[in-house]
């Protein structure tokens, strides 16, 4: 079982590029979710799914969109990328009976210049 | 709304010490909270969790009660080691709800 995994590790953007951070699971995990963790802020939810073919906002969507065509994907796309998206960004899966228990993967650091 | 709000950081101790990081909460209903950690260059992992008051969630030596009449989950541990140096994330789910909130994070090094 690789469990999460995401790419790319590390990406350096320029203001007004667009990129897509990958998400994968092997658990067959019906919840997903993107959370963004910046200094002193914790995590903060960006968006979730709570299975294939549906997907939420969470507490900080602006500037992203997901979407969620099989159980084992779910990518995050910006669209339009700003300074203020410098973060570190984790995709983590859960069974929809446990949702607490989340299990995430090794993060992506981007950087908006 | 639902909050969570930790003890500021960083929290620099010597091996052996007693460890105490305080978590507070502001939640409608009756939430189950959760203490995660996340280690240098990895994702967050589940370390304990409580899903009513006066429960005791523990995990490799940490302790957490649950105390609904001081809405607090505090984490504790009774000789800290070196491999315990990490990021401590206390969170809630709101009672019927399915997505986590966590608190900011206190960053702990242990020195040898």
């Known amino acids: 079982n690789a469990g999460v995994t995401q790419t790319p590790k590390f990406q350096v953007l320029k203001t007004g590029q667009s990129m897509t951070l990958q998400c994968a699971q092997d658990m067959n995990h019906e919840y997903m979710s993107w959370y963004r963790q910046d200094p002193g802020m914790g995590l903060r939810l960006i968006h979730y799914?709570?299975?294939?073919?549906?997907?939420d906002q969470g507490e900080v969507p602006n500037g992203y969109n997901v979407s969620r065509s099989t159980t084992e994907d779910f990518p995050l796309r910006l669209l339009s990328a700003a300074p203020s998206q410098t973060s570190v960004y984790f995709c983590?899966?859960?069974?929809?009976?446990?949702?607490?228990?989340?299990?995430f993967g090794p993060g992506t650091r981007l950087t908006v210049t | 709304g639902n909050s969570v709000t930790q003890m500021e950081g960083p929290v620099t101790l010597s091996e052996e010490a007693f460890l105490t990081i305080n978590c507070t909460y502001t939640?409608?209903?009756?939430?189950?909270l959760f203490w995660y950690v996340q280690y240098p260059g990895e994702g967050l992992q589940l370390l304990l969790k409580?899903?009513?008051?006066?429960d005791k969630g523990s995990n490799k030596g940490f302790e957490a009660t649950y105390r609904k009449e001081t809405t607090s989950f505090h984490l504790e541990k009774g000789s800290v080691q070196v491999s315990d140096s990490a990021v401590y994330f206390c969170a809630l789910i709101p009672w019927g709800a399915q997505k986590l909130v966590f608190g900011q994070g206190t960053r702990l090094t242990i020195n040898p």
């Open positions: 939640a409608t209903g009756y939430p189950s």
């Open positions: 799914s709570v299975g294939a073919g549906i997907t």
């Open positions: 409580a899903t009513k008051a006066d």
């Open positions: 983590a899966s859960s069974r929809r009976d446990t949702p607490y228990e989340q299990y």
